[in-house]
């Protein structure tokens, strides 16, 4: 939810007066933002994931993102982080670290972060606008005078736009004169749609004028996709893999539960079922956004074939579930003794699926089917996608590699 901070303040109180003159002139019903019909010299006009029309800069200059990733991903593609003003997601800023407890000795993990927050470091000290859980702050966002505010409907940061409190900031914003652009994350649509990602780069390549790089680069992302369905296509029924995605949260054990899992109407469970050709080892339905509460006794009961450990309020390695003491009882899993378990790439505030899906998209087929792709080696094959997402040379890679905490990989996958 969007929160108003106190704007009734010294600057910040012009910044509030002019802007509400603004408002109360514009027209607008029920909290719609503010549009101009013909768009003045030096501005085109766009119509954002939300059906507004909206006038922005023919060349925007000063951009202020709301967003766990996906836009600055975009913008980084395209080259246009320079014009990054200040941004709405602190997890795209931090550097992580975590210790997981061990039979003998703790797993230590650190230095795990955003790409973007290791190919451009100077991301760090923009200012942070938004955060999960924290509010949209407005007087900063005037101070900032940007030209154009990119917001993901979706992202950790702001989950949902059409409660009152945000429909009233949205419409505060507009009444500055800042144009403000919505896009729509993978939890928006139901049932999910991994086209709508491609849907945003598209509407980001209109933006920044880099409609033939977005192409080319949904091109690329959907050419995966088809590859592994491909490759997945002639598996039968019967000789599906029970993926089991579970995410080991310590604010589930707080709860009393063992950990989480996704319905087969999320977008993890269209990745199991629909592109990985498997069986998604929790058939139930839990809402596009939800996660699933299981506890020890269900998952033992599921006993699935593999196990996937997303990030779930944490990073989880696969010798947290063989080793840990608090997960005792589920060291008796087959996948477990089996050691068919493996941790996806490291993706803090993932509420909306990113330009990196395809990693966890490959990474689940090709542990559910290591035959179909014993062809892929997934320590190779991210460097690649790196080099062609970022533009980035191997040693480059090399380093998001390690951030996203994939260096595993190298000796086991």
């Avoid at 108003?4 to 303040?9: E, K, L, M, P, V």
């Avoid at 989480?260 to 079922?273: L, P, W, Y």
């Avoid at 069986?279 to 033992?300: D, F, V």
């Avoid at 966890?360 to 997402?389: R, T």
Wanted: with cysteine.
């Amino acid at each position: 939810m969007l929160k108003i901070n106190n704007i009734y303040n010294s600057t910040g109180f012009l910044f509030f007066f002019l802007g509400l003159v603004f408002l109360l002139g514009s027209c607008q019903k029920n909290g719609e933002r503010a549009q101009l019909s013909v768009p003045k010299t030096g501005f085109k006009s766009i119509t954002d994931m939300s059906g507004v029309l909206v006038n922005i800069p023919d060349s925007p200059q000063r951009v202020i993102t709301v967003s766990d990733g996906l836009i600055e991903s975009v913008m980084a593609h395209f080259g246009m982080m320079d014009r990054l003003i200040a941004m709405g997601s602190a997890c795209v800023q931090r550097n992580f670290t975590y210790e997981i407890p061990g039979k003998k000795e703790s797993y230590h993990y650190s230095e795990g972060m955003n790409p973007i927050r290791l190919l451009y470091p100077a991301t760090t000290k923009l200012p942070l606008i938004a955060s999960s859980g924290l509010p949209l702050q407005i007087e900063k966002i005037a101070a900032l005078k940007p030209d154009l505010i990119i917001l993901r409907e979706g992202c950790c940061s702001i989950p949902n736009l059409e409660d009152p409190k945000s429909k009233q900031a949205l419409s505060l914003l507009s009444s500055f004169g800042i144009p403000v652009v919505i896009l729509k994350g993978t939890t928006q649509f139901d049932p999910p749609d991994l086209k709508m990602i491609h849907r945003e780069i598209a509407l980001l390549g209109e933006i920044f004028n880099q409609e033939v790089k977005a192409k080319d680069l949904i091109g690329y992302l959907d050419s995966i996709v088809t590859f592994i369905q491909n490759r997945t296509s002639d598996i039968l029924e019967k000789d599906k893999t029970n993926i089991l995605l579970l995410g080991l949260s310590p604010i589930a054990r707080e709860g009393g539960s063992a950990g989480v899992t996704k319905g087969k109407d999320t977008m993890e469970g269209h990745f199991i079922e629909e592109i990985v050709n498997a069986k998604n080892a929790h058939q139930g339905n839990g809402g596009r956004t939800s996660s699933l509460l299981l506890n020890t006794e269900q998952i033992l009961a599921l006993d699935p074939d593999v196990i996937v450990l997303p990030t779930a309020s944490g990073y989880h390695p696969p010798e947290e579930i063989y080793e840990a003491p608090y997960y005792s009882m589920l060291q008796h899993l087959r996948a477990v003794r089996d050691k068919k378990v493996i941790a996806l790439p490291w993706t803090p505030c993932n509420c909306s699926k990113r330009i990196e899906y395809p990693i966890e998209v490959m990474m689940m087929a090709k542990i559910a089917y290591p035959e179909v792709f014993d062809d892929i080696l997934i320590h190779e094959w991210v460097l690649d996608f790196y080099q062609k997402v970022y533009g980035t040379e191997r040693e480059d890679a090399e380093k998001l590699r390690s951030v996203q905490w994939l260096d595993w990989t190298i000796d086991r996958f």
